[in-house]
């Protein structure tokens, strides 16, 4: 096992200027394309990458901003999103890190006013002008950090410090930074330090927390000087962007998106636990795993063997487990990237991150290395074309739109193999904290992080959707397809995505339900006792109509008549194309009553869609009524299926023939699924 103590420490210790420089030679050696300025290996916030396809050198300086200051556009999108969801604290950025020993109050207190006072961003909130969002910063001298106590009970700190992370920010008044000391002990605390998305992201976390560890050693030896001025301030740079990146200088750009992006599909359905709502609560969960020492290895072999990165590795992995739990083969995924390609932006707090969409095809069973080559080729494009700002993007696409789930993509996938940087105060050990402010942005966000030998996972869920079980699930799934794939590349996702024992011992338990009770009556026979029994009972409510047992059994028992007189004989299948209505169940029990097997067509489906089904199941007669009757008039069904109409007017009451016995081995339907639960 090779420590991360080489090539990773060498990048980490790279400038944003030569990792550029370096990326650019690695994809120019990988590609035919120009080399140019990409993506960090890894940043505070996921790791994957960040680049730009213009060199640096050629891009133009950034000067120092007059007059109102605009929003970038990714503050855009923020702004926006909060006008629709406002009062939630789901873009609130945060690090807990817990000090133990004797604590400088004033040192600490001093080092994080200090901070705000040399990161404008810090003290920026949003305020709208002539109906445009725009920056205001207020004035330094503002006290930070706030001390509350905490009972000294196991974990009394941390559910005060998630309560607080969780706490919402008001984008006008502010301030959008603070910090809270949780006091648990004399000496034992726990720091909180949280910002609004708006005004920083996790690259400014880290710079954040050096600093404050720099500014608090200073404070107590004493010194006075000032650190190094600021190259530049968050608000020079959003202006420089807005004024940079036109619709002239993206066009290339925006045409590799398009090409790229065209025809994706709008939503990644996953199997959920719960049906979508219409609008998001947000409310998330955490479910934390660990890739171990040797599958670690094994990642990093198999990179170097594909002359890929560990990040394309479990990407495609991710892609592959997320098809299996969808039932789709066209899997998009997003990708947050520093968008710190300029060394005078390394140093600065403020919100820079952007996100890639990559997209895979997963369709005709691929082997893992078919899919790594695309997901090698796919990320090299995207991290050549990163200028594009995800909000651009969106406006430029026009995907459609839902409140019930974002614009492209749903999940989000993350990789940091950056070390983490060592903490210290004098006198006070300090270590980072895991918390969980209970909220979520995406429906799911999974990121690693490398950690020493092993690999550290975490999966953010949407409680709307997932319970945390099926979280685990997800990533249970990955580690497997990982030990496969990384043990043999060649292997199939067919072969990667089979069910263990263990999984495929469950689902047979699940699909059987066992001999049916002694005695037990069939569907018709229960059927028939109900109307004996309950004649005037209501039976059906749909929309404004109701059928009691003794109506439905009359409706049933005169379709069965048309589709008999349509030539259905007892084994025979039935295509069912009706919308949800009270006839349904009519027609249900009418195919029943026939003895035959009835096969569902959705109206809303492709008209391919329905031509398949059609002509794979073979059925003698599909059941149509007034709203569906045109959609299967149009060469769907094949010639010589009878389309039985329940609502033609001419139709005779024939009683249904009588089915004298029921085989309990016989099909009672017969339905094509789309791959997610066949």
């Not at 008044?173 to 648990?184: E, H, K, M, N, T």
């Not at 010194?223 to 530049?232: G, I, S, V, Y």
């Not at 995924?333 to 140093?347: K, Q």
Request: charged share 25%; hydrophobic share 40%.
């Amino acid at each position: 096992m090779t420590k991360p103590t080489g090539r990773e420490h060498r990048l980490a210790r790279l400038t944003p200027e030569q990792r550029a420089a370096f990326e650019a030679r690695t994809r120019g050696r990988a590609t035919a394309a120009t080399p140019e300025p990409a993506a960090t290996t890894g940043s505070a916030a996921s790791g994957a990458t960040a680049g730009t396809p213009s060199e640096t050198g050629h891009r133009s300086a950034i000067t120092p901003a007059q007059g109102p200051l605009p929003l970038s556009f990714g503050q855009e999108r923020l702004w926006f999103l909060e006008q629709l969801t406002p009062g939630l604290g789901v873009h609130n950025e945060y690090v807990a890190l817990r000090l133990t020993g004797t604590l400088d109050l004033a040192a600490l207190d001093a080092a994080l006013n200090r901070l705000a006072d040399r990161h404008e961003a810090l003290r920026t909130v949003i305020e709208v002008a002539d109906g445009v969002p725009v920056q205001r910063v207020l004035p330094p001298g503002r006290s930070v950090l706030e001390t509350v106590e905490a009972d000294d009970t196991e974990g009394g700190d941390l559910a005060v410090a998630e309560r607080e992370a969780a706490r919402p920010f008001d984008l006008a008044q502010g301030p959008l930074f603070r910090a809270v000391l949780i006091r648990s002990a004399p000496d034992r605390a726990l720091l909180l330090v949280v910002n609004h998305h708006m005004v920083g992201d996790a690259w400014s976390r880290a710079v954040l927390v050096d600093e404050l560890c720099s500014g608090y050693r200073a404070e107590r030896e004493g010194e006075t000087a000032a650190p190094a001025p600021l190259p530049l301030r968050y608000g020079d740079w959003a202006a420089w962007q807005r004024r940079t990146l036109t619709d002239e200088h993206l066009a290339d750009h925006l045409t590799y998106w398009r090409d790229r992006l065209a025809g994706t599909p709008p939503l990644l359905d996953l199997v959920t636990d719960r049906p979508r709502p219409a609008v998001p609560t947000h409310k998330g969960g955490r479910t934390r795993f660990t890739l171990d020492a040797g599958l670690t290895e094994a990642v990093e072999r198999a990179a170097r063997t594909a002359r890929a990165t560990p990040f394309m590795v479990t990407l495609a992995a991710w892609q592959a487990v997320l098809m299996r739990h969808s039932g789709q083969e066209d899997i998009v995924v997003g990708v947050p990237t520093a968008g710190r390609d300029r060394p005078e932006l390394a140093s600065l707090a403020g919100m820079f991150v952007n996100s890639l969409v990559l997209r895979a095809d997963l369709s005709g069973d691929p082997t893992f290395e078919e899919l790594l080559a695309q997901v090698r080729e796919t990320s090299l494009g995207a991290f050549a074309h990163a200028e594009v700002p995800f909000e651009r993007l969106v406006r430029e696409l026009s995907p459609d739109r839902a409140l019930g789930h974002a614009p492209l993509y749903q999940v989000q996938f993350g990789y940091r193999n950056v070390p983490e940087r060592e903490l210290s105060l004098p006198g006070v050990r300090v270590e980072p904290v895991d918390l969980d402010n209970g909220l979520c942005r995406t429906d799911l966000s999974l990121e690693l992080a490398r950690s020493g030998e092993v690999t550290e996972g975490i999966c953010e869920f949407s409680r709307d959707l997932f319970d945390a079980t099926s979280a685990q699930t997800l990533t249970a799934a990955l580690e497997r397809v990982l030990r496969r794939a990384t043990a043999d590349p060649r292997l199939r996702l067919s072969e990667l995505l089979a069910l263990t024992p263990a999984e495929q011992a469950l689902l047979d338990a699940a699909g059987d339900g066992g001999p049916a009770p002694e005695g037990a009556p069939d569907v018709l026979t229960a059927f028939a006792e109900a109307v004996r029994t309950r004649p005037d009972a209501e039976a059906v409510v749909s929309g404004g109509t109701t059928l009691t047992f003794r109506a439905l059994d009359e409706r049933a028992r005169r379709i069965a008549g048309q589709l008999a007189a349509a030539g259905v004989r007892p084994g025979d299948r039935v295509g069912i194309g009706l919308r949800r209505c009270a006839d349904l169940p009519a027609a249900l029990l009418a195919v029943l009553m026939t003895g035959g097997a009835y096969v569902p067509l959705d109206p809303d489906y492709p008209a391919e869609r329905l031509r398949y089904v059609c002509g794979d199941a073979t059925p003698t007669a599909v059941l149509v009524h007034t709203p569906t009757r045109s959609a299967f008039a149009s060469g769907i069904v094949p010639e010589g299926v009878a389309l039985v109409d329940v609502d033609a007017a001419e139709t005779p009451a024939v009683t249904a023939p009588a089915v004298t016995a029921v085989d309990a081995e016989a099909p009672a339907y017969v339905i094509h699924t789309s791959g997610s639960t066949g």
